[in-house]
């Protein structure tokens, strides 16, 4: 009987991930050659002082919005510049995760901006390796083509799975599983290169993956909170660690006392503690976490 359930839930699984939604890369819009916009070095230089400046003033979403605007130029003004389509790529996480997400009327532009982010993303990768490129552009799946990239590939892997991932859990558990086998496969491989990278980034990534999964899916609450404390011991200050534990790991194993402790630590720490680089995204966890904590009664039985 056990075995006849488990089937059943697996075709319906399997049903609902074909009803998953579906997004476009930029290895399947992107020419190999783009014509760069004219400009000289002193206007790019300007471009990058002008974005710089912005991206720090990001608590403000006016702020945030222009440094998108000025990112998405330096992108046209050199378009082989990795580096400028990860911070492209970062920014519209920023401003989806920390400006749209909190406003339901903003919900269809937070979805298009992850998407840009994406996008951002993966044309920083196509830059980085013709050979990804190739195999993109033939119909490799990303799971096989990104044992070609190395580590200087990471940041653009990580913006691209963090931008992916909200994107995926935004519109849908179908559309979330379509996309696990992809985003588990890319932050292994940037486990691999650069477990280190955006505060022990990919550990963070597999607690959530482990507390959120379905245990069918792949979902082990005991290596989720492997993850997590690896991610916590080496960056305690980093508040975002903090809210996803609470978020994926402390509610799927019940534990109200390490939910409402991680929240609290969250709200009333110091943004600053882990340096002034790092404050607007702290404050931007703080926020998520008072709504967060005011959901403890549904989350837990």
Request: one cysteine or more; hydrophobic letters at 40%; glycine letters at 6%.
């Amino acid at each position: 009987m056990r075995g006849v359930v488990r089937a059943t839930v697996l075709v319906m699984v399997a049903m609902v991930v074909g009803c998953g939604g579906g997004r476009e890369s930029a290895w399947d819009t992107t020419p190999s050659e783009e014509p760069a916009v004219e400009t000289t070095a002193e206007q790019r230089q300007t471009l990058a002082q002008q974005a710089a400046e912005a991206w720090a003033g990001r608590d403000e979403e006016a702020n945030i919005r222009r440094a998108v605007e000025l990112y998405g130029q330096l992108v046209s003004a050199e378009p082989n510049n990795a580096e400028h389509s990860v911070w492209l790529s970062r920014a519209n996480y920023f401003l989806a995760d920390c400006h749209l997400s909190f406003d339901e009327a903003k919900r269809e532009e937070m979805m298009s901006t992850y998407d840009t982010g994406t996008r951002a993303a993966e044309r920083a990768l196509v830059t980085l390796s013709s050979d990804f490129a190739d195999r993109m552009r033939a119909g490799t799946r990303i799971e096989e083509a990104v044992g070609v990239l190395d580590a200087t590939a990471v940041p653009a892997l990580y913006w691209r799975a963090s931008n992916l991932g909200k994107w995926a859990s935004a519109d849908g558990f179908a559309t979330l599983l379509s996309y696990k086998d992809e985003i588990r496969a890319v932050m292994g491989r940037c486990l691999e290169l650069d477990r280190e990278f955006f505060y022990y980034g990919p550990d963070r990534y597999f607690g959530v993956f482990y507390g959120r999964a379905p245990s069918f899916a792949g979902g082990d609450v005991a290596r989720s909170r492997e993850h997590f404390e690896t991610s916590l011991r080496h960056h305690p200050n980093y508040f975002a660690t903090r809210v996803l534990m609470a978020q994926d790991y402390a509610t799927k194993a019940q534990d109200r006392a390490l939910f409402e402790e991680q929240l609290n630590t969250v709200i009333n720490g110091d943004p600053e503690a882990g340096g002034p680089e790092l404050a607007p995204e702290n404050r931007c966890e703080q926020r998520k976490a008072r709504n967060l904590l005011t959901q403890a009664d549904e989350l837990f039985e």
